[in-house]
Structures are given as C-alpha cells and as structure tokens.
C-alpha cells in the first residue's frame, strides 16, 4: 500500500494594513462599502459601479494593489488544464513517465517550503500583491517569497539561463498589456517542482508566455500559454481573473518552516484528485469530522 498522504494545514492570515501608498498611480482608490468584504484568502466578484482603470505616470495601466482569485465554480482551481479536455494536459511520452515520478515519489515542493516558482503561482488560489513603478513590477506572495520585474521592450532572454524557480523573465508594453516571457526554469525530474496544484510536471525546456491586463480599478487578468515540447504535445494556455481586495488587506508573514509540523509524514503526489479536477476533497466538498486513513488517499488517475 502506498505510503498515506497527509494534509498540511498551514493558516494564512491576511494582514490589516492601512493601504499601500502608490506613488505612481494618480487614482485614488475608491471604496464601495456596500460590497467591502472583511479580509480573506478567496475573492468574492466586484458588484458595485464600473471604476477607470488607474495609470501610472508613464501612461501604463498601474497594476498596484492587492489581488483575490475569483474562481468559476465549474473549472477546477490549481489546475493548469482547467480548461483542457477532461481537465487533462496534452502529456508527450516523456510527459507521462514524469507525471509517474512527481505523482508516485515526489512530495509536494510547497509542502516542504520551496518556492512554487511559474507557472505554478500563476495557477494557485492564494491571493498575491503587486507593487508597480514604470520601470519595475514586483508580485509579493503569501509564502514571503517574491518575483521582481524590470519592463524593459531592449532586453532579450539570454540563450541558455541558469535554472531557477521563477526562471528569467523579459518584459514589455504592448498597449495596455504587460508582456512577459520567461525561460530557465527547474524541471520536476531533478528538482523540487511541480507545474501546478495538482502535481504537473515541468521541464527545465518550459517556456512561458504571460499577458497581464487591468480592464478596470476592480480587477486584473492574465492569460498564460505555456510551451513545453519535452512533457507536453503542444502548447496549452491558462486563464485567470483576480478581484482587488479592500483597502485594510494586504499580504502579510508567512513562517513556512514553523507551519509545517508534519512535513516528515508527508507521502508523495498530491493525493485524489477528483472528476471534476480539483485536488483533494474539492472546494464545495466538506472536510470529514474524522481524519480518513490511508485508503482515502490512494491515487486517482492523474490529471
């Protein structure tokens, strides 16, 4: 029987803050207190007047602010094949037998305190913040790690980039988009890295394409194609929307090397994954009373 595996608890505080003060934007941020949510991890849909987008001096939409994932009840979350066939990526050969690795004998990273590194972050539920100048953009996230960007349309990604969690990233302005390209990145057969929530794998030949837009004050939007040819057959995309949270929230410390209590009872993958593509027990599912035991855990087929 296949070793158990434990779900880690770790509880997220979202911190009180008294906003954060955006030199760059000229908007001020409004507040509809109809509609103001008390902080919280997940996001609920804007519903009050439609807001300007705010721009930064440069002319740019400024995407400062404090960002919740909004999550469509019928898509899987944490999955980057949400919106793929029977919400499974298109895995190569190659693909497979890495998905057999990270599922049968890899640990979650994350549950260890590595980085989730990208695309994973882009595909998680936890909210992130984004701090935003005309020449930087930095997405601070709730594991007290961050990814710093520098806009810049001259750069070029170098040939062959040392490999890291969030790779190395080029960015630029087409319009109201903000582009960005990353290459260099881990690859799941030799370091501790999944491609998303639900135990993907990636390889070191990832390369990722996002295009980030703020249609207005209340939301922020990316579309995400990843190309892997060494684990996937073709490349796939993933889309997602983030509400702005409430003037008191913001992100806040997160000690992963004192949450995590039971990292040594850990088993590998990421334990069932169900038909509707969410891992674990789902987001609508109830927790049980009583901790189930090992059988509750077999794997499911993967996705």
């Given at each position: 029987m296949k070793r158990s595996h434990v779900g880690l608890a770790i509880v997220i505080g979202v911190a009180s803050l008294s906003g954060v003060a955006n030199r760059n934007s000229c908007a001020q941020s409004p507040i509809n207190t109809a509609t103001?949510?008390?902080?919280?991890?997940?996001?609920?849909?804007?519903?009050?007047?439609?807001?300007?987008?705010?721009?930064?001096?440069?002319?740019?939409?400024?995407?400062?602010?404090?960002?919740?994932?909004?999550?469509?009840?019928?898509?899987?979350?944490?999955?980057?094949?949400?919106?793929?066939?029977?919400?499974?990526?298109?895995?190569?050969?190659?693909?497979?037998?890495?998905?057999?690795?990270?599922?049968?004998?890899?640990?979650?990273?994350?549950?260890?305190?590595?980085?989730?590194?990208?695309?994973?972050?882009?595909?998680?539920?936890?909210?992130?913040?984004?701090?935003?100048?005309?020449?930087?953009?930095?997405?601070?996230?709730?594991?007290?790690?961050?990814?710093l960007l520098t806009i810049d349309a001259m750069r070029k990604l170098p040939d062959a980039p040392a490999p890291t969690y969030f790779g190395t990233s080029v960015s630029r302005w087409e319009g109201d988009t903000l582009v960005v390209e990353t290459a260099g990145l881990r690859d799941s057969s030799l370091d501790h890295v999944w491609l998303d929530e639900n135990g993907n794998p990636t390889s070191s030949a990832t390369r990722v394409l996002e295009r980030w837009t703020r249609p207005d004050f209340h939301h922020l939007r990316l579309e995400m194609t990843v190309t892997d040819l060494r684990y996937y057959t073709r490349p796939f995309t993933f889309t997602h929307t983030w509400v702005r949270g409430g003037p008191k929230e913001g992100a806040t410390e997160y000690a992963c090397n004192e949450a995590n209590l039971a990292g040594s009872e850990l088993g590998p993958g990421p334990g069932p994954i169900g038909p509707d593509g969410n891992r674990g027990f789902g987001y609508d599912d109830p927790l049980p009373a009583e901790p189930p035991g090992p059988e509750a855990y077999e794997q499911s087929a993967p996705r």
């Open positions: 103001e949510e008390a902080p919280s991890i997940g996001g609920k849909e804007y519903t009050g007047p439609v807001v300007a987008t705010p721009r930064g001096l440069d002319g740019h939409p400024d995407f400062t602010g404090f960002w919740k994932g909004l999550r469509d009840p019928k898509k899987p979350g944490g999955n980057l094949g949400k919106d793929e066939s029977d919400f499974r990526l298109p895995f190569s050969a190659l693909g497979l037998r890495a998905l057999s690795h990270t599922q049968d004998h890899t640990v979650d990273p994350e549950a260890q305190c590595f980085p989730g590194g990208i695309p994973r972050h882009n595909g998680s539920g936890l909210p992130f913040e984004v701090v935003h100048t005309p020449v930087r953009i930095a997405f601070n996230y709730l594991y007290n790690t961050h990814r």
